[in-house]
């Protein structure tokens, strides 16, 4: 997760470095506020490194008091930000790295021997090394148990999972700073972000006539300025408090959005837009595009086929410890009842799995799926695969199967008037459906299966004729 503001340059330096990392990982790049040349070395870059490019285009706090006045929640803080980019981020592992950073050898040589489907939940505290101070700045820079970052007084910091192990690297691992802490860049000297707000202003300026006018760069890791006042806050955390000044983020509910999964091929896009177009304001949408399935037989997903399997076993991975859904692409979202589909998928978070459900039939669909990542989940899911492959069978059915002589989990089904699943939707279930999960009987010609589906939709009145026109297959 590397961010990066007006570094044209160390960028370029950064990012050779990391090209010693052989492990699989991807570089995700935050652009804020960039004026100079470091999109256009990050375009370059990604020519040949797996770097995907985001922009966050709204200014933030500086860590000190305006970070302090700053709510957590507030698009500004330095909390949202490093959520926002974290949230970006789809690997097991996240490493905060900055554009003025170098990768060193050893550090490298690290990273490349890490597992990196480790089931320990682990944080590593890195040295960042500078050479002209001699300075040595230890951070949990690395860790696969990161749930959120939130406002902690002058800061942004890490939260970790429970029983998170840490541990910290030899100084020789390290993380190498080749811009001198001490040289202040410029937007460090820009005007704060609420200079007009006469709300902000006036709690900065109360810190001010409190503890002292705020020094540039005074809460930096560098310096020790800021260690009185830093205590002598904690101590005024009460009337602070009085004055709307919070030191942390528990004070504000953060809402932290479930991860929605679902697997598409380029036939489907249309639902791949859907998806996008209703569901994400509610939940981080994560499109996973793959090839057509060859029809060979009655159904795309029978005799063997386990890449739905597999990407579950992945997802689980990635989001230990979290829920998240993972659903077929072939899904209709009631559009005028997003808020409610929120808030019911929170009150079915009480379980390891919760599936859709068939109205005439006591097997649970993998159609849509809210899962509790954990090892039990993991483990029974890996199972599947392991019979899929074995057997030749049909995921569904093997999912099924393995669930009646399971003990270890924890299941449920979603009711069937909030996720309905069937070839029609029974009349008295259209004013309540949240998602509909559209069936048909499966022939060799694929655009004759998507064509069935938007048939389903017309005859349902969920969509116009014109939108019908523009999608059908011929």
Same mark, same amino acid.
């Given at each position: 997760m590397l961010r990066c503001r007006n570094e044209e340059q160390y960028l370029q330096q950064s990012l050779e470095s990391l090209k010693q990392i052989k492990a699989p990982h991807e570089i995700i790049i935050i652009l804020?506020?960039?004026t100079d040349g470091s999109?256009?070395?990050?375009?370059?870059?990604?020519?040949?490194?797996?770097?995907?490019?985001?922009?966050?285009?709204?200014e933030i706090s500086r860590a000190g008091y305006q970070t302090l006045i700053t709510p957590a929640?507030?698009?500004?803080?330095?909390?949202?930000?490093?959520?926002?980019?974290? %949230?970006?981020c789809t690997m097991n592992w996240l490493f905060k790295w900055d554009a003025d950073m170098k990768c060193s050898n050893k550090l490298a040589n690290f990273l490349n021997s890490i597992n990196i489907n480790e089931q320990n939940l682990i944080q590593y505290r890195i040295s960042c090394y500078d050479k002209t101070t001699n300075h040595c700045n230890y951070e949990p820079y690395l860790s696969n148990a990161i749930t959120k970052y939130t406002k902690h007084i002058f800061w942004e910091i890490p939260s970790f999972t429970n029983s998170t192990k840490c541990i910290e690297l030899d100084k020789e691992i390290q993380i190498i700073n080749m811009n001198p802490p001490k040289v202040i860049k410029k937007y460090w000297k820009k005007n704060k972000w609420f200079k007009n707000d006469k709300h902000f202003m006036k709690?900065?300026?109360?810190?001010?006539? &409190?503890?002292?006018?705020?020094?540039?760069?005074?809460?930096?890791?560098f310096t020790t300025n800021s260690d009185n006042i830093y205590l002598q806050i904690k101590n005024d955390e009460k009337?602070?408090?009085?004055?709307?000044?919070?030191?942390?983020?528990?004070?504000?509910?953060?809402?932290?959005?479930?991860?929605?999964?679902? &697997?598409y091929s380029p036939l489907y896009n249309y639902y791949n837009k859907h998806?996008?177009?209703?569901?994400?304001?509610?939940?981080n949408i994560h499109g996973i595009i793959m090839d057509d399935l060859d029809n060979k037989s009655q159904h795309p997903f029978f005799g063997g086929v386990s890449i739905k399997i597999e990407t579950i076993v992945d997802c689980i991975k990635k989001n230990m410890n979290r829920y998240i859904i993972f659903s077929d692409a072939t899904i209709f979202i009631n559009s005028s009842k997003i808020s409610q589909l929120y808030n019911y998928?929170?009150?079915?978070?009480?379980?390891?799995l919760c599936f859709a459900s068939h109205v005439d039939s006591s097997n649970h669909n993998i159609g849509l799926i809210l899962i509790n990542c954990n090892n039990k989940t993991l483990n029974f899911f890996i199972s599947v695969l392991q019979e899929l492959k074995k057997n030749n069978g049909w995921d569904q059915q093997v999912v099924n199967d393995l669930l009646k002589n399971n003990n270890n989990l924890s299941?449920?089904?979603?009711?069937? =008037? +909030?996720?309905?699943?069937?070839?029609?939707? =029974?009349?008295?279930? +259209?004013?309540?459906? &949240?998602?509909?999960?559209?069936?048909?009987?499966?022939? %060799?010609? +694929?655009? %004759?299966?998507?064509?069935?589906?938007? =048939?389903?939709?017309?005859?349902?009145?969920?969509?116009?004729?014109?939108?019908?026109?523009?999608?059908?297959?011929?």
């Open positions: 804020h506020l960039c999109e256009k070395i990050a375009i370059e870059m990604s020519k040949t490194m797996p770097i995907k490019i985001y922009k966050y285009n709204i929640n507030n698009p500004h803080s330095l909390s949202t930000y490093y959520n926002w980019c974290y %949230k970006k709690k900065y300026n109360l810190l001010t006539n &409190l503890y002292g006018i705020e020094s540039c760069a005074m809460a930096r890791s009337m602070l408090n009085k004055n709307g000044i919070y030191l942390y983020s528990s004070i504000v509910k953060a809402i932290i959005k479930t991860n929605f999964y679902y &697997l998806i996008i177009k209703n569901l994400s304001n509610i939940f998928i929170n009150t079915c978070k009480n379980c390891d299941v449920s089904n979603f009711c069937i =008037d +909030k996720i309905y699943c069937n070839y029609n939707i =029974d009349e008295k279930y +259209k004013k309540t459906y &949240l998602i509909y999960k559209s069936f048909i009987w499966h022939t %060799k010609n +694929k655009n %004759k299966n998507f064509n069935k589906r938007l =048939d389903i939709f017309l005859h349902e009145n969920l969509i116009t004729q014109e939108e019908y026109q523009n999608n059908y297959k011929a």
